[in-house]
């Protein structure tokens, strides 16, 4: 566990990045411009606060399929909240993210008190919480939120994408948490050798359960960033998000087995995604095209770090 | 590890959706209807304002060589493909369109707003939709029109003043006329039929129905409306209503309509398993792939839906007449090429036509 070794990923990574960049510039004029940047920020706002959390989950050794059916319930939620049971839309936010909080929790649940594996108890709870969400929307769609709502999805503050900003605030907060605190090293240590961190005197439980309540948080947070941009709700929203969040976490070199990954990787394997996307569209590649690509480049890059790590640790 | 499948397992069964409350329904909703006359003859459509969008600046396109972008709802799907081919052949022949089909590859709201907002920085000329949600998609439709791009929507509306025209496939009460003149073609004017529907919870079955109630009084009234069951889209109930029919009413059943796509084939199967091919008619909505066994078997005769390519088609033309700014708001018609002159309803719809209804000498003309 050496920071030189972590900063080799990331920087094999920031210099991939920055290739694309410049290839996609120039095969496209309309790509390098401020307001297709910050246009595509906005874009990447939702999947990126659930993959800066997720790079937590992943770190522990766990994973988090259902922020997708969170995101979508809770969604769902804030409608049902604000039109059906009338409250203010202010109320309505507060308790749509304390429903993401509380599914994260259940999840965090029981992962800790069954030892059930990460894997099915989120496979478990995304089917749950999307049947829950298309239970109780039951089809229909809550729309005519109030104009100021529609300022941190749709809206931009000094130039920037409202929900930018909030990505950006999530970030800095995540990776001082991740790389600077006893928080941070309890989760690598829970992570690299679960049970020498517990007995270690950890309470490796207790890191879990805030982490995947923190992840539906996330996903709750993601999920009105989500409806303002939008307009409206729909049941299905959020669907396939997990799989873009974990696609970036892993892309940005964190380990699927836990103990290794940094938040800056996870932003620049952001990037990457959000600008092999956008660029090749722009550059003329259809969309069935896109996918193709972006998953030859995911393998790629975790083969050529592989390369650089051949010392015997993963 | 049973333990913890056992776990698993039980919070999946949890999820498996909530049970759909039964209620007495009678068929028809309460709203005004507007039957079309009996002979066919196209009803002066109700004047009413335009209520489409306007694109900021757009630059001169009249004649000029356009590239347009259709985004249907997802891509891979017969009925799409359908679409997309409609919209290359109207391409083809105008000579002066450049489109091209990309579409998200599942029907997901997401996916298609961030495709929409690529190609608006891309710069086409204009855009052609059928959306996923009639309001999710706005936002993004409004950018593009203020960004001077053309914006025609197809298949599945949004906000009207999210986009310039609409291209409708089918009215309500063009679907009524076309599914009960089928029926009294194929059994009579005086024949007795029931329907298989889904619920009351989907509004344009409702709809359908009080046309179809709305044009049999006025031009088949000696049809006997036996009872309208209710389905749920559910292929295995759909099966057990139409099999309870057909015990119920023995001889005296002559017709099914199925409101569905799903209660059509079904329907068509109960006839099929019951041997009474011939003794009762099916007709219905639904798609022509789920109905071809059927149909080559001759136990179902005429199968109502649009003709998806001529949609397509038609979407086109919309587009091209929109950028030359032959296609104004007020204007009550639009040239389609072969499809003649179509009229604007609704403000700022264009009406497809008359149904199309897939027979057997059609039917395989068709994959979706």
Same mark, same amino acid.
């Given at each position: 566990?050496?920071?030189?070794?972590?900063?080799?990923?990331?920087?094999?990574?920031?210099?991939?990045?920055?290739?694309?960049?410049?290839?996609?510039?120039?095969?496209?004029?309309?790509?390098?411009?401020?307001?297709?940047?910050?246009?595509?920020?906005?874009?990447?706002?939702?999947?990126?606060?659930? %993959?800066?959390?997720?790079?937590?989950?992943?770190?522990?050794?766990?994973?988090?399929?259902?922020?997708?059916?969170?995101?979508?319930?809770?969604?769902?939620?804030?409608?049902?909240?604000?039109?059906?049971?009338?409250?203010?839309?202010?109320?309505?936010?507060?308790?749509?993210?304390?429903?993401?909080?509380?599914?994260?929790?259940?999840?965090?649940?029981?992962?800790?008190?069954?030892?059930?594996?990460?894997?099915?108890?989120?496979?478990?709870?995304?089917?749950?919480?999307?049947?829950?969400?298309?239970?109780?929307?039951?089809?229909?769609?809550?729309?005519?939120?109030?104009?100021?709502?529609?300022?941190?999805?749709?809206?931009?503050?000094?130039?920037?994408?409202?929900?930018?900003?909030?990505?950006?605030?999530?970030?800095?907060?995540?990776?001082?948490?991740?790389?600077?605190?006893?928080?941070?090293?309890?989760?690598?240590?829970?992570?690299?050798?679960?049970?020498?961190?517990?007995?270690?005197?950890?309470?490796?439980?207790?890191?879990?359960?805030?982490?995947?309540?923190?992840?539906?948080?996330?996903?709750?947070?993601?999920?009105?960033?989500?409806?303002?941009?939008?307009?409206?709700?729909?049941?299905?929203?959020?669907?396939?998000?997990?799989?873009?969040?974990?696609?970036?976490?892993?892309?940005?070199?964190?380990?699927?087995?836990?103990?290794?990954?940094?938040?800056?990787?996870?932003?620049?394997?952001?990037?990457?995604?959000?600008?092999?996307?956008?660029?090749?569209?722009?550059?003329?590649?259809?969309?069935?095209?896109?996918?193709?690509?972006?998953?030859?480049?995911?393998?790629?890059?975790?083969?050529?770090?592989?390369?650089?790590?051949?010392?015997?640790?993963? | 590890?049973?333990?913890?499948?056992?776990?698993?397992?039980?919070?999946?069964?949890?999820?498996?959706?909530?049970?759909?409350?039964?209620?007495?329904?009678?068929?028809?909703?309460?709203?005004?209807?507007?039957?079309?006359?009996?002979?066919?003859?196209?009803?002066?459509? %109700?004047?009413?304002?335009?209520?489409?969008?306007?694109?900021?600046?757009?630059?001169?396109?009249?004649?000029?060589?356009?590239?347009?972008?259709?985004?249907?709802?997802?891509?891979?799907?017969?009925?799409?493909?359908?679409?997309?081919?409609?919209?290359?052949?109207?391409?083809?022949?105008?000579?002066?369109?450049?489109?091209?089909?990309?579409?998200?590859?599942?029907?997901?709201?997401?996916?298609?707003?961030?495709?929409?907002?690529?190609?608006?920085?891309?710069?086409?000329?204009?855009?052609?939709?059928?959306?996923?949600?009639?309001?999710?998609?706005?936002?993004?439709?409004?950018?593009?029109?203020?960004?001077?791009?053309?914006?025609?929507?197809?298949?599945?509306?949004?906000?009207?003043?999210?986009?310039?025209?609409?291209?409708?496939?089918?009215?309500?009460?063009?679907?009524?006329?076309?599914?009960?003149?089928?029926?009294?073609?194929?059994?009579?004017?005086?024949?007795?039929?029931?329907?298989?529907?889904?619920?009351?919870?989907?509004?344009?079955?409702?709809?359908?129905?009080?046309?179809?109630?709305?044009?049999?009084?006025?031009?088949?009234?000696?049809?006997?409306?036996?009872?309208?069951?209710?389905?749920?889209?559910?292929?295995?109930?759909?099966?057990?209503?139409?099999?309870?029919?057909?015990?119920?009413?023995?001889?005296?059943?002559?017709?099914?309509?199925?409101?569905?796509?799903?209660?059509?084939?079904?329907?068509?199967?109960?006839?099929?398993?019951?041997?009474?091919?011939?003794?009762?008619?099916?007709?219905?909505?639904?798609?022509?792939?789920?109905?071809?066994?059927?149909?080559?078997?001759?136990?179902?005769?005429?199968?109502?839906?649009?003709?998806?390519?001529?949609?397509?088609?038609?979407?086109?033309?919309?587009?091209? %007449?929109?950028?030359?700014?032959?296609?104004?708001?007020?204007?009550?018609?639009?040239?389609?090429?072969?499809?003649?002159?179509?009229?604007?309803?609704?403000?700022?719809?264009?009406?497809?036509?008359?149904?199309?209804?897939?027979?057997?000498?059609?039917?395989?003309?068709?994959?979706?």
């Amino acid at each position: 566990m050496t920071i030189k070794k972590l900063l080799r990923h990331e920087t094999i990574l920031a210099v991939l990045v920055v290739l694309a960049l410049i290839v996609l510039a120039a095969q496209s004029p309309r790509f390098f411009t401020v307001d297709n940047l910050l246009n595509q920020g906005r874009l990447m706002t939702e999947v990126g606060l659930i %993959a800066i959390v997720m790079t937590f989950v992943i770190v522990t050794g766990g994973i988090d399929l259902s922020v997708g059916s969170i995101l979508g319930m809770s969604a769902i939620m804030l409608g049902v909240f604000w039109k059906n049971f009338g409250l203010p839309l202010e109320l309505a936010i507060f308790l749509a993210l304390m429903v993401g909080t509380l599914a994260g929790l259940f999840n965090g649940l029981i992962i800790t008190r069954f030892k059930v594996p990460p894997l099915i108890a989120t496979l478990g709870t995304l089917a749950l919480y999307r049947g829950i969400a298309e239970g109780v929307s039951q089809a229909r769609s809550v729309r005519g939120y109030p104009d100021w709502f529609y300022v941190l999805g749709q809206g931009q503050v000094l130039g920037v994408p409202t929900q930018l900003w909030l990505l950006g605030i999530v970030a800095v907060v995540a990776a001082v948490i991740l790389g600077m605190t006893t928080w941070g090293r309890m989760t690598y240590a829970t992570g690299s050798n679960e049970t020498a961190a517990r007995f270690s005197g950890l309470r490796v439980d207790r890191v879990k359960l805030l982490i995947y309540s923190a992840s539906g948080f996330a996903a709750a947070l993601a999920a009105v960033i989500f409806v303002s941009r939008v307009s409206t709700t729909r049941s299905d929203m959020g669907t396939g998000v997990e799989l873009d969040a974990i696609t970036a976490v892993v892309l940005g070199g964190t380990s699927i087995f836990g103990g290794r990954g940094t938040i800056i990787g996870t932003l620049l394997g952001l990037i990457l995604i959000q600008a092999l996307k956008n660029g090749l569209s722009l550059a003329g590649v259809k969309s069935d095209g896109t996918i193709v690509l972006i998953g030859a480049v995911l393998i790629l890059t975790i083969l050529i770090s592989n390369l650089f790590h051949r010392d015997g640790t993963r | 590890m049973l333990k913890k499948t056992l776990v698993a397992l039980s919070v999946l069964s949890l999820s498996t959706g909530m049970v759909q409350a039964q209620g007495t329904w009678t068929g028809g909703d309460d709203l005004p209807t507007t039957p079309l006359a009996c002979d066919g003859t196209a009803a002066t459509p %109700a004047a009413k304002e335009y209520d489409g969008g306007v694109p900021t600046n757009p630059p001169d396109r009249a004649g000029q060589e356009i590239t347009v972008v259709d985004v249907p709802k997802l891509i891979g799907i017969g009925y799409f493909d359908a679409t997309s081919k409609g919209i290359a052949e109207a391409a083809a022949e105008m000579g002066n369109m450049n489109a091209t089909t990309d579409g998200p590859t599942e029907a997901n709201i997401d996916d298609q707003i961030t495709l929409i907002d690529n190609y608006i920085t891309s710069g086409v000329d204009g855009i052609l939709f059928a959306a996923n949600d009639p309001v999710a998609i706005a936002p993004v439709l409004k950018k593009a029109l203020e960004a001077g791009i053309n914006v025609v929507g197809y298949d599945a509306n949004s906000e009207p003043d999210a986009r310039q025209w609409f291209v409708n496939q089918a009215e309500f009460n063009g679907i009524a006329k076309a599914m009960i003149d089928s029926l009294a073609a194929e059994v009579g004017e005086d024949a007795s039929f029931a329907i298989v529907t889904s619920t009351f919870t989907t509004p344009n079955q409702a709809r359908w129905i009080a046309e179809m109630e709305a044009y049999a009084t006025e031009c088949y009234p000696n049809l006997q409306w036996l009872e309208t069951v209710e389905a749920q889209e559910d292929n295995i109930l759909s099966f057990n209503q139409a099999n309870t029919l057909i015990n119920k009413y023995g001889d005296d059943l002559k017709g099914i309509l199925g409101m569905t796509s799903v209660a059509t084939p079904a329907a068509a199967d109960a006839v099929t398993q019951a041997g009474q091919c011939g003794n009762i008619a099916v007709i219905g909505l639904a798609t022509p792939n789920a109905m071809k066994p059927y149909v080559d078997a001759d136990c179902v005769k005429s199968v109502v839906l649009w003709n998806p390519v001529d949609l397509g088609y038609a979407a086109a033309y919309v587009m091209r %007449a929109t950028a030359d700014g032959e296609l104004q708001p007020g204007d009550t018609e639009v040239e389609a090429g072969k499809l003649g002159t179509l009229s604007v309803i609704n403000g700022s719809e264009i009406l497809l036509g008359a149904p199309f209804i897939f027979t057997k000498e059609n039917i395989n003309d068709f994959d979706f």
